[in-house]
């Protein structure tokens, strides 16, 4: 059975520093995604990595994909704010079956 | 049109009512979810329709039945739920572009008396 666990599940932080959320996942699978979710909102697609080696970047967010490792990095770069939010990664299960399986959210707040 | 649309947003019912949720997307994707979240955990994936039809049931208790018309609208109709029930329920849609990206409504935040 596929398990995505992340860490760290709670990130407090001071606006202005670099920290990283890890994304591990126990069997293979060459896609995977990040989500936002605001408290009491819905989620948010951020970043879709289909490949080994994929690196995307919006703003002060990073994420990379290794599949070999079957491990995905969140890097986020000089905190502001508006970052505070709960992250998910999500893989999919088996190819071609549509089922996400979710890791088990990270939740940042970014103080002054 | 780039998003997915549920209603109602806020649903309050007893333990006998019938209700349904509704979800509707425009944006020709051939999969749609039903997912229920409680408090600080992850969604929890509840059906999945694939062109119309069921291909995932995840053990969901018969008091919860989803429904999907057409190709743009999933419902899920309720009846003689618990108060354990009371979550957040998202919709999501996917499947432009041969990968699972799923796009997620605003959500229906039930409670359950």
């Known amino acids: 059975e596929l398990k995505v666990e992340q860490n760290p599940l709670f990130l407090s932080m001071q606006e202005g520093k670099n920290y990283t959320i890890y994304c591990n996942y126990s069997t293979t699978s060459d896609r995977l995604y990040w989500y936002r979710q605001d408290p009491g909102k819905s989620l948010e697609s951020l970043f879709v990595l289909l490949s080994n080696g994929a690196v995307k970047q919006e703003g002060r967010l990073m994420a990379s994909l290794d599949t070999k490792a079957r491990l995905s990095t969140l890097h986020i770069t000089a905190a502001v704010h508006d970052l505070s939010a709960t992250y998910f990664c999500?893989?999919?299960?088996?190819?071609?079956?549509?089922?996400?399986?979710f890791g088990t959210g990270t939740r940042l707040q970014v103080f002054p | 049109d780039t998003e997915v649309t549920q209603t109602p947003k806020h649903l309050v019912m007893g333990m006998t009512n019938k209700k349904s949720l509704k979800c509707e997307q425009h944006m020709g994707h051939r999969a749609m979810y039903w997912y229920k979240q409680k408090a600080k955990k992850p969604p929890e994936l509840m059906f999945v329709?694939?062109?119309?039809?069921?291909?995932i049931n995840e053990s969901v208790p018969s008091r919860f039945s989803p429904e999907c018309p057409n190709s743009s609208l999933l419902n899920l109709h309720l009846h003689a739920l618990q108060p354990e029930d009371s979550a957040l329920y998202l919709c999501?849609?996917?499947?432009?572009?041969?990968?699972?990206?799923?796009?997620f409504g605003p959500g229906t935040r039930l409670t359950v008396l």
């Open positions: 999500a893989v999919d299960s088996t190819f071609g079956t549509d089922k996400l399986i």
């Open positions: 999501a849609s996917s499947g432009a572009g041969g990968y699972n990206e799923q796009f």
């Open positions: 329709y694939s062109y119309e039809k069921l291909s």
